[in-house]
């Protein structure tokens, strides 16, 4: 199973059921851990599901812990530099995203 079949047979649907229930159970909170799948997904969405996504950012109810590109204990076992590079590159998508 590589990457895309990984993102089209799980992380999007993941992502698609994460928005409808936050939509709508009001009172419900999510918080994603690394942000490789979820930046594919965002990609494909259109401006009124990116504007939903980022009004659930902004009143708390969907977090990102931590801000990286993806999980480093799996990703970034070579070196210091390499976890440094992982949080870079999902502090950029954060800020370029969502301010």
Known sequence: ???NDLFLGYASKVFTSILYTLEKAGER???LTDLRFFEKWWNLQ????K???RKLVFEGRLAF?????ME???TCPASYHDLLDNA???HFF???TFG
């Open 51 to 53: 504007n939903h996504l």
């Open 29 to 31: 909170m999510f918080t």
């Open 88 to 90: 870079i590159a999902g």
């Open 1 to 3: 199973m590589d990457e």
């Open 72 to 74: 480093s204990e799996t």
């Open 46 to 49: 259109n401006i009124t599901v």
């Open 94 to 96: 954060l800020s370029n």
């Open 65 to 69: 812990a931590n801000g990286l590109w």
